[in-house]
């Protein structure tokens, strides 16, 4: 399975992002998809988690602020990311549950003035 995300960039404070990270390649069935991050000289976080059925859990620090979502016909999960802080520049990347976890190649959120 690999997965190529897309959406990252600059953003001011208070702006809104999307990212997206679609699957492809030998896919029978993904369970949980979820986005992470890693902001320099920090370990990797979970930010949000949704199950194949719609089931949603966030971190807290942006609860309220983002939405995961996700299109089973198109193996896709989505991060609508409002709000942004300084603190939610990083590295964002995906990851996939399929008999094992698969992560994608990361992209880059930088919310700055």
């Known amino acids: 399975v690999q997965l190529q995300a897309s959406g990252g960039g600059l953003v001011q404070p208070g702006g809104s992002l999307r990212l997206s990270c679609a699957a492809s390649?030998?896919?029978?069935?993904?369970?949980?998809m979820a986005w992470y991050r890693q902001a320099p000289g920090k370990q990797r976080e979970l930010v949000a988690l949704?199950?194949?059925?719609?089931?949603?859990n966030y971190a807290d620090s942006v609860k309220g602020r983002f939405i995961i979502s996700r299109d089973n016909d198109k193996n896709t999960v989505y991060l609508q990311m409002n709000s942004l802080k300084f603190e939610d520049t990083a590295v964002y990347y995906c990851?996939?549950?399929?008999?094992?976890?698969?992560w994608g190649q990361g992209t880059l959120v930088t919310v700055s003035s």
């Open positions: 390649g030998s896919i029978y069935r993904i369970n949980d």
């Open positions: 949704i199950t194949r059925g719609g089931s949603t």
């Open positions: 990851a996939a549950n399929q008999y094992g976890v698969f």
